[in-house]
């Protein structure tokens, strides 16, 4: 870089670097930002970028600045792509999400469900759109399009999709006035493989056992929730699927995860007050975090 500074490669590797060498992000961050602003045409140092501007809580903003106007270089790698889809997601613009990723296949690589996570919250969101818009039947086409198969070896950290995807077929069923085709997505949705702990997408199971008039199981699964975030929280050992392969989270972005558990099972069972203080502790800790901001938003 003395020799030539505007070697954007060797800005890049410095970035690099400073983080996986030295752990200094925000020296990482400079160089990858050097980098880019040196040469905007590597799709790489889009997705190395936006990890470190993840890690760092960076807000969704500076995220969604990064890719504008970028979709021709980065849709060339699927990690900078996928990174993309997630932060126009993140950023209110599903629909910008869902039209980029239409006729795109991915390579997908074992031990990842990155690529199907991100996609299931695009046409999630989308979906979630449209019900609020009473459009039902565009609601329903879009949570139908979220029934992404699932990879082989894939790994969730939020839980099991299927429970959260067909609680929301389900409830727009509900509202089309189709009430068998409503009680089968719902009993689909509770019929998720039992875990040996809570997550985020066991909230929907006990919103589908609600729908069911299923109250006390309802009522057993939110406890859950709460109880086992307050494990977690309290620095108590428990089996943990948050790690994938060896790579692990953020703290912050793993904190951020059980207090969104907590307030989501406070949510169900109608602690209001206690819900609103976990969910915004947990956007505190992780701007990235897409259902604790959901929640917060009351859909």
């Given at each position: 870089?003395?020799l030539?500074?505007?070697?954007a ?5 410095l970035g ?7 752990g200094?992000?925000?020296?990482a ?8 602003s040196l040469?905007?045409?590597?799709a ?5 970028l ?9 807000p969704?903003e500076t995220r ?20 993309q ?9 599903p629909?910008?999400a ?6 795109v ?11 199907r996570?991100i ?17 039902f039947e ?5 949570f139908l ?6 990879e ?6 939020s839980?099991n999709?299927?429970?959260q ?5 389900g409830l727009?069923?509900e509202?089309?006035g189709?009430g068998?085709?409503?009680?089968a997505?719902?009993?689909l ?8 702990t809570?997550d985020i997408?066991?909230?929907y ?16 699964v ?7 975030a307050?494990?977690?929280?309290r620095g ?6 948050g790690?994938?392969f ?5 703290e912050?972005?793993r904190i951020s ?17 206690r819900?609103?203080?976990d969910?915004e502790?947990?956007m505190?800790l992780s701007?990235?975090?897409l ?7 009351g859909?």
């Amino acid at each position: 870089v003395k020799l030539d500074p505007t070697l954007a490669i060797a800005c890049r590797n410095l970035g690099w670097g400073y983080y996986r060498h030295y752990g200094d992000g925000h020296k990482a961050i400079q160089y990858y930002e050097k980098a880019i602003s040196l040469d905007n045409t590597e799709a790489i140092y889009y997705a190395e970028l936006d990890a470190l501007y993840e890690m760092s809580n960076a807000p969704i903003e500076t995220r969604l600045k990064l890719f504008t106007g970028n979709n021709e270089v980065v849709k060339n790698r699927d990690d900078a792509f996928m990174r993309q889809i997630e932060v126009l997601t993140l950023a209110g613009r599903p629909d910008q999400a869902v039209e980029f990723l239409e006729g795109v296949e991915f390579a997908y690589r074992e031990g990842s469900s990155r690529v199907r996570d991100i996609i299931i919250d695009a046409q999630i969101m989308l979906g979630k759109k449209y019900l609020k818009e009473n459009n039902f039947e565009k609601a329903l086409d879009y949570f139908l399009e979220a029934r992404v198969p699932e990879e082989e070896a894939g790994s969730a950290r939020s839980g099991n999709r299927d429970t959260q995807v067909n609680y929301y077929i389900g409830l727009t069923h509900e509202a089309l006035g189709n009430g068998s085709e409503a009680n089968a997505f719902f009993k689909l949705s509770v019929r998720q493989q039992p875990g040996r702990t809570a997550d985020i997408m066991t909230y929907y199971k006990g919103l589908s056992y609600t729908k069911l008039g299923e109250v006390q199981k309802a009522k057993n699964v939110f406890e859950s929730m709460i109880e086992y975030a307050n494990h977690q929280l309290r620095g108590e050992p428990a089996y943990e699927a948050g790690i994938i392969f060896g790579e692990r989270e953020a703290e912050n972005t793993r904190i951020s995860r059980y207090y969104t558990i907590r307030g989501l099972g406070y949510k169900g069972s109608g602690l209001t007050g206690r819900a609103t203080e976990d969910l915004e502790q947990a956007m505190k800790l992780s701007h990235s975090n897409l259902w604790a901001k959901t929640a917060l938003r009351g859909y």
